[in-house]
C-alpha cells in the first residue's frame, strides 16, 4: 500500500514538474516573442518619426515665408534693412534647416534675425524688449542637439497676436542658454475683444508640441497661458539630459 502511495506521488511530482516546464517555456517564449515585437515596433518608429517631421516641415516653410514676405511689402522703406535679415533666414533655412539638428548658437542667431524682420510690423514706438542670457562656455553651446526651426512658432505668434493698438501693448522675448538648456520665453499684450474667425487656421503651437514630443519625448517643458489679456509661453528644452538618452540608445 505504501509503494502505491509513493508511486502516485512521485507520478504527481512529475506531473507538476512536466506543467512547470512548460509554463515555464511558455513565458520563455512568450518573452522572445514579445522582444521581437519589441525591435520591430523600434523600427518601425525609427521609420515613421522622419517621416512627420518632414511633413511638418513641409508646412512650416511656406507658412514662415509668407509671414516674412507680408510684413516687408507693408513696410517697403525698411525694406533694404529688411532683406538683409532676410537673406541670413533664407540661408538658415535653405541650407541649416535641412539638417537634422543645428546648435544652440545658430538657432539663438536665427531667431534674432527673424525678430528685426518682425520689428518692422510695430512702430519704432512700440514696447519691444528683447534679452539674451548666454552663457557661451557651456559645452553644449555649439554641439548640433537642437533642432532646427524651433524658436519660430512663439516669436511668429507674439507678433501676430499682440495688440499693437493698445497704449500698453508689448512684446517680451527673452532666449536664454544656461545649464546645457535652452529656453525661450514670449509675453506680448492680447486685445481683450474676441479674435475674428479666420478661414484657414495657422498651424503654430500644435506643429511646435508635435516637433517637441518626436524629436525630445520628455525633454523639454513648455508651458502657456493668458492671464490678465498677457499671453506668455516658456520652451525650455533640457539638451544634456537629450544627449544622455541619444548615447545611451546607441
Do not use: C, W
Not at 60 to 86: E, G, M, W
Not at 139 to 150: D, G, M, R, W
Not at 158 to 179: N, V, Y
Not at 200 to 207: E, F, N, S, W, Y
Amino acid at each position: 500500500m505504501l509503494s502505491i502511495l509513493l508511486l502516485i506521488a512521485i507520478l504527481i511530482l512529475l506531473a507538476v514538474a512536466g506543467l512547470a516546464v512548460y509554463l515555464f517555456m511558455r513565458l520563455r517564449t512568450s518573452e522572445a516573442r514579445q522582444q521581437e515585437l519589441d525591435v520591430r515596433f523600434r523600427e518601425l518608429n525609427s521609420r515613421v518619426q522622419p517621416l512627420q517631421l518632414e511633413a511638418l516641415e513641409a508646412k512650416l516653410n511656406p507658412h514662415l515665408f509668407k509671414n516674412i514676405l507680408n510684413s516687408i511689402q507693408s513696410h517697403a522703406y525698411q525694406t533694404y534693412f529688411a532683406v538683409d535679415k532676410l537673406a541670413n533666414v533664407l540661408d538658415y533655412i535653405l541650407y541649416e534647416s535641412r539638417k537634422k539638428f543645428v546648435t544652440p548658437k545658430e538657432e539663438i542667431d536665427f531667431a534674432l534675425n527673424l525678430i528685426e524682420i518682425n520689428k518692422i510690423k510695430v512702430s519704432p514706438l512700440f514696447d519691444l524688449k528683447v534679452k539674451t542670457r548666454i552663457n557661451e562656455a557651456e559645452p553644449l553651446y555649439e554641439q548640433k542637439l537642437l533642432a532646427p526651426l524651433i524658436s519660430i512658432d512663439l516669436i511668429e505668434n507674439a507678433f501676430k497676436h499682440a495688440d499693437i493698438q493698445s497704449p500698453d501693448a508689448f512684446i517680451a522675448i527673452t532666449l536664454e542658454f544656461k545649464d546645457n538648456h535652452f529656453g525661450l520665453t514670449v509675453a506680448n499684450k492680447i486685445s481683450a475683444k474676441p479674435p475674428m474667425k479666420k478661414a484657414k487656421g495657422g498651424i503654430g503651437l500644435k506643429t511646435l508640441e508635435q516637433r517637441l514630443k518626436i524629436i525630445y519625448e520628455d525633454s523639454f517643458k513648455l508651458d502657456y497661458y493668458t492671464e490678465d489679456h498677457v499671453f506668455v509661453a516658456h520652451l525650455n528644452i533640457d539638451l544634456f539630459e537629450y544627449k544622455i538618452k541619444v548615447l545611451a540608445a546607441r
